[in-house]
């Protein structure tokens, strides 16, 4: 497992490095509707396959948040990034939250779509077996999707999100990872940190909604920030491409390096943006 490297997609050339971690019901594959249109001149972003997905399909693992944030980290120093931002959607969220907290001075920027907080995603005993029974029942993963969209998606673009997610994850992996984005609580190891951070909420997503993030994310996070997209639901890279391209990145760019930890020791200060 020591060779092991996250398989990613290398998009543009500039300074400013991002890592994109896909969600529990897709791989890397999940940023295809905003490649194209990402500012590959002020960014260069590595998007990535976790454990269990795409072409890490059938990489062995324990498949935890820890473990995501382990390899985001070495293929950081594999691809000579000492400092970055990280994007996650949902799932990935958290496991972008990992990486700051296991590596708070490398961290420029963190953002999470949709993301799953730092405590962790409270499920009810139905909304468990409906989850759980997703990785082995086509129709759940699809009840899921249209749930967290507001119920006003096309039956075909649900029926390929299935048909995707049934193609680019393994089951028991799927499965793993659920126990560990939902069920763990990790938010006092960040609840300090001075890193920009901004969630992005769908305003048709009832699940990970802007009122869940006003309670968890923005009370976390000293530097939080929320924005809301009318317009998406959990899927905003599908919904809303171009809307979240701009959300993002002018988040991104509005990054000011003049407290750099660099020069001196990666101490406390590293913490900063």
Not at 154 to 172: E, T, Y
Request: glycine share 10%; net charge negative; aromatic share 8%.
């Amino acid at each position: 497992m020591t060779s092991f490297q996250l398989p990613r997609t290398l998009l543009g050339e500039g300074p400013h490095k991002v890592v994109a971690v896909h969600g529990w019901l897709a791989d890397r594959s999940a940023y295809d509707p905003v490649l194209a249109d990402l500012d590959g001149g002020a960014f260069q972003y590595a998007v990535v396959d976790l454990r269990g997905y795409g072409e890490a399909k059938d990489a062995v693992g324990s498949y935890t948040t820890g473990e995501g944030a382990a390899d985001v980290l070495d293929l950081a120093d594999r691809l000579g990034w000492e400092r970055f931002s990280l994007v996650g959607h949902s799932m990935g969220g958290s496991v972008a939250q990992r990486v700051l907290a296991a590596a708070p001075h490398r961290v420029r920027r963190l953002v999470g779509v949709s993301p799953v907080p730092a405590s962790g995603l409270r499920l009810s005993p139905e909304q468990w077996e409906l989850f759980a029974s997703a990785a082995h029942t086509p129709a759940n993963r699809r009840a899921i999707i249209d749930f967290t969209t507001g119920g006003v998606r096309p039956g075909a673009w649900l029926d390929r999100m299935v048909d995707r997610s049934l193609a680019v994850s393994d089951a028991k992996a799927f499965r793993a990872w659920l126990d560990s984005w939902a069920g763990e609580d990790f938010h006092a190891e960040v609840a300090r940190s001075s890193v920009p951070a901004l969630a992005v909420a769908g305003a048709l997503d009832p699940a990970l909604s802007a009122d869940l993030m006003r309670d968890t994310w923005l009370r976390t996070y000293p530097r939080g920030e929320l924005a809301e997209l009318p317009g998406a639901g959990h899927y905003a890279m599908d919904e809303t491409p171009l809307e979240l391209i701009r959300t993002v990145e002018d988040f991104l760019r509005a990054d000011d390096d003049a407290a750099d930890p660099r020069p001196g020791s990666a101490g406390h200060g590293g913490s900063g943006a």
